[in-house]
């Protein structure tokens, strides 16, 4: 028996939106002249049929009997009742109405087109009467005009050339005093270095060479490496030419030619070619070699201290 009360409940709406239907109403029925009132139109049909789909008629400035739109929204999708039937829809439109005269002003029905055929709404009446005024009270003066006080937004929008260029004004200003401003003198605090002499360097770097005897623990050739590297930066720094990044016959040949006494420059040959051997050649020296290479270098960096002298 239920289900059969529900198909019938249900034959029924289906036949009620198979067209759908249309509908007014008005806020106030009842307005003063000028006074806006609203007027909701609104059209029912069923998603699930689609002839009953609505066509919205066009809408103006006026409605029939001069009243006047003042404004209406865009059509409005709502479902009318999910917890009864989810596929009926409503589409709404709201206009603003009023008139400008006294007297009853008839609503015709608005007009849809749908597949299945015309749909019309129902009519409304809307009355515009006199406002209403006291007699009995005092008459007052009418208002001057106020003005609002603008935002700091407005007023930015307004005078915003004004704004910037003060802006940059006091930017051009302030760059200028800056640039103009006189700077202290910076005190630069001169710290003297001792220099010393490239005799005493060398002289102090092998005799704390000669100290580590790197040879009596197998470091020969870091020994020998470490002797080259300081007489070839000796003679870079007594003579003026790039000894460290020449070779030993480059360093010879240089020796020779700005006249260095033979002895110097024999025993500058012996000290490089050994180390070269020992770098180069992995030979092994005799032990009392490695110390008397030091040796050698601190008599030749101390005949050349006594030439300068």
Not at 30 to 59: C, H, K, M, N
Not at 109 to 128: D, K, Y
Not at 149 to 171: C, M, T, V
Not at 252 to 259: A, C, G, P, Y
Request: net charge negative; proline share 4%.
């Amino acid at each position: 028996m239920r289900l059969r009360i529900a198909w019938c409940f249900w034959f029924c709406l289906l036949a009620t939106f198979a067209q759908g239907q249309a509908e007014m109403r008005l806020d106030t029925p009842r307005v003063s002249i000028g006074q806006p009132t609203s007027l909701t139109i609104e059209f029912t049909y069923r998603a699930d049929v689609p002839a009953s789909f609505p066509q919205w008629p066009t809408l103006g400035d006026t409605l029939q009997g001069g009243i006047e739109i003042l404004s209406h929204s865009a059509i409005d999708t709502v479902i009318a009742d999910k917890a009864l039937d989810p596929f009926v829809f409503k589409q709404i439109v709201t206009l603003t109405i009023t008139h400008w005269e006294q007297g009853f002003y008839p609503i015709v029905p608005f007009v849809f087109q749908t597949e299945s055929g015309i749909v019309e709404s129902n009519a409304l009446l809307l009355e515009v009467v006199m406002p209403e005024v006291d007699l009995e009270s005092e008459i007052e003066d009418i208002k001057g005009i106020r003005e609002d006080k603008l935002s700091l937004w407005e007023l930015f929008i307004l005078y915003w050339y004004w704004i910037l260029g003060g802006l940059a004004l006091i930017g051009a200003v302030v760059l200028l005093i800056v640039m103009t401003k006189k700077k202290k003198p910076t005190v630069v605090s001169v710290v003297a270095v001792p220099v010393i002499a490239a005799e005493d360097e060398a002289l102090a770097k092998l005799s704390s060479l000669l100290e580590k005897r790197w040879w009596l623990s197998g470091m020969v050739k870091e020994h020998h490496s470490e002797v080259s590297e300081i007489l070839r930066a000796y003679l870079e720094a007594r003579f003026k030419f790039n000894a460290l990044e020449q070779t030993t016959d480059e360093i010879l040949r240089e020796l020779k030619l700005r006249d260095i006494m033979s002895d110097s420059v024999g025993d500058i040959a012996k000290i490089l070619n050994l180390t070269d051997l020992v770098k180069f050649a992995k030979a092994n020296p005799l032990v009392h070699e490695n110390e008397e290479i030091v040796h050698t270098a601190m008599i030749i960096i101390n005949r050349y201290r006594a030439e300068k002298q």
